[in-house]
């Protein structure tokens, strides 16, 4: 069985991965969070209708961020994961002989 070696490239690839999806499913959480209690605040003290356009302008240029940091995160890993790395490796190892 294979130890952890915290010097080991692997394991400092995989436990930085690790930290970008923990730091995606947390601005994810507080998006949640801090939009549903400004459309709650706004309805309840402002008066504003939950169907007002001015109640979600907040959490849609939020939701851009969001969604670029969600990209940011999982799609270089799933256009070119380890497949695709390994592929172009050979290729230019291939065409350097």
Do not use: C
Request: a positive charge; zero cysteines.
């Amino acid at each position: 069985m294979d130890t952890l070696n915290k010097d080991d490239f692997k394991y400092q690839q995989a436990k930085k991965r690790v930290v970008e999806v923990k730091g995606f499913y947390i601005h994810l959480l507080i998006y949640l969070l801090v939009n549903i209690g400004l459309i709650i605040t706004r309805h309840a003290i402002e008066g504003e209708k939950f169907g007002s356009v001015d109640n979600y302008y907040t959490a849609f240029f939020w939701g851009v961020g969001l969604l670029a940091h969600g990209l940011s995160v999982f799609l270089p890993n799933f256009i070119l994961g380890k497949e695709w790395e390994a592929r172009k490796i050979r290729q230019l190892m291939d065409k350097n002989k």
